[in-house]
């Protein structure tokens, strides 16, 4: 399996389909190092034409919105394309629909992409692990990789793009966008969500109800 997903196969497979790297090494592994097997899982799954149009500029598309069961969550979600016809269109609204639904799913989520989550946060994230009692009495090479890992699969954790897709867990948020870009034939991108909880942020203040009647009762 290891020759199945070698450097230079999955570095031909980029050149002849334009997908990503990590892509082309799923399509190797799931066609067990046939490259034209390979192309052909990549097509069915709208990626390898997907990534050709990953550079076009997308400034269309339209804002979703989800309100979850009980209006407790609400949803704002920004997607775009590079036509107004194709974001008017049925695939495009319900992809609009299903990120939309994926972002109330998914409380701990705050940013797109891990690229966008700042640098403090990753520094703050590898303050804590540093630290952590597990690590003690490791040498430093090692605990510098151990936090590594730790450190990617949190930020993880808050990215919209990595979370398994709720309708279809073997897929990420970001293998679904890209079928759709690749069956629409534009450039689609999440750009940007707003999460709103029901009474998130104010302080309700804890009344003793016992204490309440008791002192009314004692006033009468």
């Given amino acids: 399996m290891a020759a199945a997903v070698s450097a230079k196969l999955v570095k031909e497979l980029r050149d002849k389909t334009g997908a990503g790297m990590m892509d082309c090494k799923k399509a190797l592994a799931a066609t067990e190092g046939d490259a034209n097997k390979a192309v052909e899982w990549l097509r069915q799954k709208g990626i390898a034409s997907a990534e050709k149009k990953s550079g076009r500029t997308a400034a269309e598309g339209a804002i979703g919105s989800y309100i979850h069961t009980g209006a407790r969550v609400g949803v704002l979600v920004e997607v775009n394309c590079e036509t107004d016809f194709v974001a008017r269109g049925d695939m495009f609204q319900s992809l609009l629909r299903d990120v939309s639904m994926q972002v109330a799913a998914c ?24 630290g952590r009692d597990d690590l003690e009495g490791k040498p430093e090479q090692m605990k510098e990789k151990i936090v590594e890992g730790r450190i990617g699969k949190r930020l993880k954790e808050l990215a919209l793009m990595e979370q398994p897709f709720i309708k279809d867990s073997s897929i990420t948020v970001a293998d679904l966008v890209k079928q759709t870009a690749g069956k629409i034939g534009e450039n689609v991108k999440v750009r940007r969500f707003t999460r709103y909880t029901l009474g998130e ?20």
């Fill in 201 to 220: 942020g104010i302080e309700v203040e804890e009344n003793d109800f016992a204490a309440e009647v008791a002192s009314m009762q004692n006033a009468g």
């Fill in 107 to 130: 409380p701990n989520v705050e940013y797109v992409t891990t690229d966008e989550i700042p640098d403090e946060i990753r520094e703050r994230e590898k303050a804590i692990e540093m």
